[in-house]
Nanobody, 130 residues
Framework: QVQLVESGGGLVQAGGSLRLSCAAS????????MAWFRQAPGKEREFVAA??????????????YYADSVKGRFTISRDNAKNTVYLQMNSLKPEDTAVYYC?????????????????WGQGTQLTVSS
């Protein structure tokens, strides 16, 4: 069973960059599709990005899917040898402010609802100031 712990959140200025990390414990990390979701106060949890097992291969872009709101600004990646998934966030906007959650599931990257993911981290706060 995989346990997920997010880190890397903080306060950044609009236009800045930050990288989130999700460290997983357990031996089955490479078998999961991994995703990032976010939730702002008073709003529903929304999909950000997902990466499949093949997304960790040498061909960038394989098995990767992004929400339209972050496409071109965020990059998801994973390092199965380190049991870690990353979210590189560039050109940050105040609208990106939220708690960011790492999730793992046995699904495909284009399925973006929360019920597709079985394992969740506790979240890390990102605040983008204007």
């Amino acid at each position: 069973q995989v346990q997920l712990v997010e880190s890397g959140g903080g306060l950044v200025q609009a236009g800045g960059s930050l990288r989130l990390s999700c460290a997983a414990s357990g031996r089955a990390f490479s078998a999961y599709t991994m995703a990032w979701f976010r939730q702002a106060p008073g709003k529903e949890r929304e999909f950000v990005a997902a990466i499949s097992r093949s997304g960790a291969g040498i061909y960038y872009g394989a098995g990767i899917y992004y929400a339209d709101s972050v496409k071109g600004r965020f990059t998801i990646s994973r390092d199965n040898a380190k049991n870690t998934v990353y979210l590189q966030m560039n050109s940050l906007k105040p609208e990106d402010t939220a708690v960011y959650y790492c999730a793992a599931g046995f699904t495909t990257v284009d399925r973006i609802t929360t019920n597709e993911y079985d394992l969740w981290g506790q979240g890390t706060q990102l605040t983008v100031s204007s």
